[in-house]
């Protein structure tokens, strides 16, 4: 049974996901889990216009960060890559409430298709909330 628990979970949580993070005032964290290196990435802001980006691992990294409407782009010039892992992709100021992401295209270094997954948010309820449903408590 503990075998059954930990391939549950290891299929869980080895999924690439992006979410958002409310920060107040407008601000918004874009947060990420992949088990590759990204090389780019694009994605829409579902119910909001995008006024600003800034920060995070893309940043960090070298990417250059390009927002227009509701559309946001990042790739690097370099070959610079964001390492497989997880942590805020970009930090966003929007001018309305995001009601999700869609459209989201990611890519490694060569280009090829990285499958992600928009979530609600990445926080440890989702953890119980698994946890719970697999032990049946």
Do not use: H
């Amino acid at each position: 049974r503990l075998l059954f628990i930990l391939l549950c979970l290891t299929f869980t949580f080895a999924q690439n996901t992006i979410s958002l993070s409310d920060e107040g005032d407008g601000a918004w964290s874009v947060n990420y889990t992949s088990d590759l290196a990204i090389g780019g990435f694009q994605f829409d802001v579902d119910g909001a216009t995008i006024n600003s980006t800034s920060g995070g691992d893309a940043t960090a990294n070298g990417f250059m960060i390009s927002a227009a409407g509701s559309t946001v782009l990042g790739f690097s010039l370099t070959g610079s890559t964001i390492s497989a892992g997880g942590g805020v992709l970009l930090n966003v100021i929007l001018n309305g409430d995001p009601i999700g992401l869609s459209n989201i295209v990611f890519s490694d270094v060569f280009g090829s298709p990285i499958d992600f997954e928009y979530v609600e948010n990445n926080s440890s309820d989702k953890l119980v909330g698994s946890l719970t449903e697999i032990s049946g408590t």
